[in-house]
């Protein structure tokens, strides 16, 4: 299994809700990110996750609250989000945190802020 | 300012020929670079990767060539066939390039598309 999902594919939300993305990878994997990517634009590095702690935030605004659970699941909680914050919005993993590994993406989930 | 560039957002190929794609980057701290390539509706897959410790990493159909000096790297995909058309993102990274450990800085990708 070399699969990294994500859930929901597509989700809409206005500017008062609060939802959340969902990231599942059962490869083992200890390090999980998230990746923002806007069009026509590289994804760019949100969060990430090694051994289960909040390794890396780069700067990322806190309505935007990610949550490891356990080894296997990465969340992103979003509350009070603005219409710039839709985008596509990328899990990943990768077997360790290291400059050398590749990383396993997930399909995206793409949010539009009303 | 971007550290990682590929200036062509797009290349058009005939079936069976050479697909080069091209990829600039700033930062000499960047020691590892990796090549993406993702279709519509799909997550960015990993294609191939190259260690700044070598010049050239061979795989099948592609080949990544890279030139330290010039701080320039190409994938080559030859021959090329319709299932490659895709876009392609450059990816570099570096343990000590001052960026956080384990960010891979994308390049805005190449669309490339190749004609039967």
């Known amino acids: 299994d070399t699969e990294v999902t994500q859930t929901p594919k597509h989700l809409v939300m206005g500017m008062t809700n609060k939802k959340s993305l969902k990231c599942e990878q059962h490869m083992g994997h200890r390090a999980m990110y998230w990746y923002k990517q806007k069009a026509k634009k590289p994804p760019e590095l949100m969060f990430v996750?090694?051994?289960?702690?909040?390794?890396i935030n780069e700067s990322v605004p806190s309505r935007f609250s990610p949550e490891c659970p356990n080894s296997s699941l990465l969340n992103l909680h979003l509350h009070a989000l603005q219409p710039e914050d839709s985008a596509l919005y990328l899990c990943?993993?990768?077997?360790?945190?290291?400059?050398?590994?590749?990383?396993?993406f997930g399909e995206g989930s793409r949010l539009t802020v009303l | 300012d971007q550290q990682v560039k590929q200036n062509s957002p797009s290349l058009s190929v005939q079936e069976g020929r050479i697909s080069i794609l091209n990829c600039d980057y700033t930062?000499?701290?960047?020691?590892?670079f990796l090549w993406y390539k993702k279709y519509p509706a799909e997550g960015p897959t990993f294609l191939i990767s190259?260690?700044?410790?070598?010049d050239k990493n061979e795989d099948g159909r592609f080949t990544v060539f890279l030139n330290k000096s010039a701080k320039h790297l190409s994938l080559h995909i030859v021959p090329s066939q319709p299932g490659d058309s895709a876009v392609y993102f450059c990816?570099?990274?570096?343990?000590?390039?001052?960026?956080?450990?384990?960010?891979?800085?994308f390049g805005k990708g190449t669309k490339l598309s190749v004609k039967p």
């Open positions: 190259i260690s700044s410790i070598k």
């Open positions: 990943a993993s990768s077997r360790l945190l290291a400059n050398t590994g590749e990383l396993f």
């Open positions: 996750y090694s051994y289960e702690k909040l390794s």
């Open positions: 930062n000499s701290m960047f020691d590892y």
């Open positions: 990816a570099a990274s570096g343990m000590n390039y001052g960026g956080s450990q384990g960010n891979l800085i």
